[in-house]
């Protein structure tokens, strides 16, 4: 059976490996630095001894070169102050010319500003009296369009109170007509009823008497009797008489009764008539005041909705009185 190798060892073996390589590379980077560096060292020399060489030649043609620089510098400069000065001199020119252009366009701007000035000015007292013409407009047409509403309102309720009161004074003077009426309808039934219970009055007292009168003949004939039998009869008369009597007064106080039960009918009726008649003219009197009420009320609507009407068109030309302005008139 073959020996198993020791973990522990192969990797030590293995990290020295590295570590000899990575040793090597360094050695071998660190050589070829040195070696680039001793190559750039040899060329710098290379190139010093050259340079040597031709420095002198170098420094006359710097020298020829700075002289011909100079001479140039100086021409540039010659030319350059030649062209400043004619640079300068046209500048002047156009200054000027610049100068009476603006001065000539500034002085038509004043001209122009004096102008929109004196129309601004112009145009100012324009609005202002437009201003005050529209104001004063307004307010006459408002306070005559207040005034003319408020005397159609008075002569509204003047003509209001004026029907108002007719129409109860009609009323009244029917009412009155109608008490009158009942009135003297009650009297005259009342003179009717107390004329019928004088007659019969009179006819109860002219039965009665008629009825005495008979009855007095019996009471002569029976006086002439022997006393037992007169006493018996004048008894006998006496009932009758009471009973006569009382059938005649009861027989006439029904009729009285009945003419008084007529007169409280009749009177009834009078006064059912009157009142039927007076609720008709209180019912007349008052659809008349609401008819009235109505009128004028609707009169009074109609004149606020005029006074709205005049005030709305007062509005309106005072705006159009302000607006009226001619801008595009010609101001000098």
Same mark, same amino acid.
């Given at each position: 059976?073959?020996?198993?190798?020791?973990?522990?060892?192969?990797?030590?073996?293995?990290? &020295?490996?590295?570590?000899?390589?990575?040793?090597?590379?360094?050695?071998?980077?660190? *050589?070829?630095?040195?070696?680039?560096?001793?190559?750039?060292?040899?060329?710098?020399?290379?190139? $010093?001894?050259?340079?040597?060489?031709?420095?002198?030649?170098?420094?006359?043609?710097?020298?020829?070169?700075?002289?011909?620089?100079?001479?140039?510098?100086? $021409?540039?400069?010659?030319?350059?102050? /030649?062209?400043?000065?004619?640079?300068?001199?046209?500048? @002047?020119?156009?200054?000027?010319?610049?100068?009476? &252009?603006?001065?000539?366009?500034?002085?038509?701007?004043?001209?122009?500003?004096?102008?929109?000035?004196?129309?601004?000015?112009?145009?100012?007292?324009?609005?202002?009296?437009?201003?005050?013409?529209?104001?004063?407009?307004?307010?006459?047409?408002?306070?005559?369009?207040?005034?003319?509403?408020?005397?159609?309102?008075?002569?509204?309720?003047?003509?209001?109170?004026?029907?108002?009161?007719?129409?109860?004074?009609?009323?009244?003077?029917?009412?009155?007509?109608?008490?009158?009426?009942?009135?003297?309808?009650?009297?005259?039934?009342?003179?009717?009823?107390?004329?019928?219970?004088?007659?019969?009055?009179?006819?109860?007292?002219?039965?009665?008497?008629?009825? $005495?009168?008979?009855?007095?003949?019996?009471?002569?004939?029976?006086?002439?009797?022997?006393?037992?039998?007169?006493?018996?009869?004048?008894? *006998?008369?006496?009932?009758? @008489?009471?009973?006569?009597?009382?059938?005649?007064?009861?027989?006439?106080?029904?009729?009285?009764?009945?003419?008084?039960?007529?007169?409280?009918?009749?009177?009834?009726?009078?006064?059912?008539?009157?009142?039927? &008649?007076?609720?008709?003219?209180?019912?007349?009197?008052?659809?008349?005041?609401?008819?009235?009420?109505?009128?004028?009320?609707?009169?009074?609507?109609?004149?606020?909705?005029? /006074?709205?009407?005049?005030?709305?068109?007062?509005?309106?030309?005072?705006?159009?009185?302000?607006?009226?302005?001619?801008?595009?008139?010609?101001?000098?």
């Amino acid at each position: 059976m073959p020996l198993q190798p020791d973990p522990k060892q192969a990797q030590d073996d293995v990290n &020295e490996f590295l570590n000899k390589k990575t040793k090597e590379r360094r050695s071998l980077e660190k *050589r070829r630095k040195e070696k680039s560096k001793r190559s750039e060292e040899d060329t710098k020399k290379k190139e $010093e001894t050259v340079r040597g060489g031709v420095a002198q030649e170098e420094k006359f043609a710097e020298e020829h070169e700075n002289r011909l620089r100079d001479f140039k510098k100086k $021409e540039d400069q010659r030319k350059k102050e /030649v062209e400043e000065h004619q640079r300068k001199k046209r500048t @002047e020119e156009a200054h000027m010319l610049e100068r009476k &252009e603006e001065e000539k366009k500034e002085h038509k701007q004043h001209e122009e500003y004096m102008k929109d000035m004196r129309r601004a000015s112009v145009l100012k007292v324009r609005v202002e009296a437009r201003k005050k013409k529209s104001a004063d407009t307004e307010r006459e047409m408002r306070s005559q369009a207040e005034a003319e509403g408020f005397r159609n309102k008075q002569q509204a309720e003047l003509l209001e109170h004026r029907e108002l009161r007719k129409v109860e004074e009609t009323s009244r003077k029917r009412r009155g007509e109608i008490d009158t009426r009942e009135r003297m309808e009650k009297n005259e039934a009342s003179e009717e009823a107390r004329k019928h219970r004088a007659k019969i009055d009179a006819e109860e007292r002219t039965a009665i008497q008629m009825m $005495e009168q008979g009855l007095n003949q019996v009471r002569m004939q029976i006086n002439s009797l022997p006393p037992g039998v007169r006493n018996s009869e004048t008894m *006998r008369l006496s009932a009758e @008489e009471r009973q006569r009597k009382e059938k005649i007064e009861g027989d006439f106080m029904r009729k009285r009764t009945q003419v008084e039960v007529d007169l409280q009918k009749e009177l009834s009726a009078i006064a059912q008539r009157a009142k039927r &008649e007076r609720d008709a003219i209180g019912a007349e009197e008052r659809q008349d005041k609401t008819q009235a009420e109505t009128f004028m009320r609707q009169k009074k609507t109609d004149a606020d909705r005029t /006074v709205k009407r005049k005030i709305d068109q007062a509005a309106r030309t005072a705006e159009e009185i302000l607006h009226d302005i001619n801008t595009g008139e010609e101001i000098k």
